[in-house]
């Protein structure tokens, strides 16, 4: 896992880094996981429309990150407006809370085969909430938490359907940049059309917890049953209203089932702190992969949101330690001229 910091507008950013991967020799074209099939171009042509009106920031970002490589936007914008309605990956989520904790923790689970290309980023682009993110592409993140303390994560579910929309990806990347709490991510959640089908763990520094369901034409928000202080999610729909619309029967989903089962089971009956929260992540039923087969949880991330601190194990958490990483702050008063805007949302 490699970082990066992007400042300034997002054009900006966007150029910055696309400069800075060329003067080391690294291409985003030439990566083997790149090439997109025409069908995927066509799909993506067709998202634009809901990126122009819902996030048109992104576009200005992707069109200088392309500049700085030297690429065509376009080629950029089909690679990422595509992910997720047509790939497949895997990944594990919950969110806790009670009277004294709040958090969100999340495993990411792909190919060891491109451990070097992921990637941690540290956000404070210009008109939007600065955030830190973990992502195994670029532009779109997969799980972070902003400055308010609002933390989201998605987990894949299989692209039986498609829609003209955002994707996963790109709308976690919105919740951090334009929301204060989960009311407002929610709020966003309903208004932004789907591109992919999949869930997305939120969490806030106030306790307020959910995950949505999401598929290109219907969400269904699960909330934690009466009782219980969680909320799970892995690959896979498992409310009633969408349990139809997840995969199909025999697909492998890396045990999605299980997992989701073993992190209920942790988490049931227990009083949490963020240590605990760690524990969860690190138990071998929800990251006891063989690296051998090439497939491995990759990293495990626990956002204590009630706190604002964030704890990264850059690899497998059963076999990695977990380390805080407590930059955002202090990177985003650096590039605001000395101004801490550490507006979490359990205050």
Not at 223 to 248: C, I, L, T, Y
């Amino acid at each position: 896992m490699y970082h990066a910091r992007f400042s300034g507008t997002h054009y900006e950013a966007g150029l910055r880094w696309g400069r800075a991967l060329a003067r080391r020799g690294k291409f985003i074209a030439r990566q083997p996981t790149f090439p997109v099939s025409e069908e995927r171009r066509a799909f993506a042509r067709g998202c634009l429309p809901a990126y122009r009106e819902y996030f048109p920031e992104i576009l200005e970002e992707i069109r200088g990150i392309a500049e700085g490589q030297g690429a065509d936007s376009d080629d950029f914008a089909a690679f990422l407006f595509s992910m997720y309605a047509y790939g497949f990956g895997h990944c594990t989520c919950f969110a806790y809370a009670d009277e004294n904790t709040a958090m969100l923790g999340r495993n990411s689970d792909f190919l060891t085969s491109l451990e070097g290309l992921y990637m941690n980023c540290l956000y404070a682009v210009d008109g939007s909430r600065a955030f830190n993110a973990n992502t195994t592409a670029f532009a779109e993140v997969e799980d972070g938490m902003n400055e308010c303390g609002l933390a989201a994560g998605l987990t894949f579910v299989y692209p039986e359907e498609r829609g003209f929309g955002l994707n996963a990806g790109m709308l976690v990347r919105l919740i951090l940049e334009k929301c204060a709490t989960a009311r407002e991510a929610l709020g966003l959640l309903c208004a932004v059309p789907s591109a992919s089908q999949h869930t997305i763990t939120v969490a806030d520094g106030s306790g307020d917890i959910f995950v949505a369901e999401c598929g290109p034409r219907k969400i269904s928000i699960v909330r934690a049953e009466e009782g219980k202080r969680f909320v799970v999610a892995a690959n896979n729909f498992f409310s009633e209203e969408m349990r139809g619309h997840g995969s199909p029967a025999g697909f492998d989903d890396w045990n999605a089932a299980g997992r989701y089962g073993a992190a209920g089971e942790l988490l049931t009956g227990k009083t949490l702190s963020p240590a605990d929260g760690r524990g969860v992540l690190a138990d071998r039923r929800l990251c006891g992969y063989d690296r051998r087969t090439g497939a491995d949880t990759v990293w495990a991330v626990l956002y204590d949101t009630k706190n604002g601190r964030i704890f990264r194990a850059e690899g497998n958490p059963s076999r990695r330690a977990f380390a805080e990483d407590d930059r955002l702050f202090s990177f985003a008063a650096k590039k605001r001229g000395g101004v801490d805007r550490r507006e979490r949302s359990a205050v």
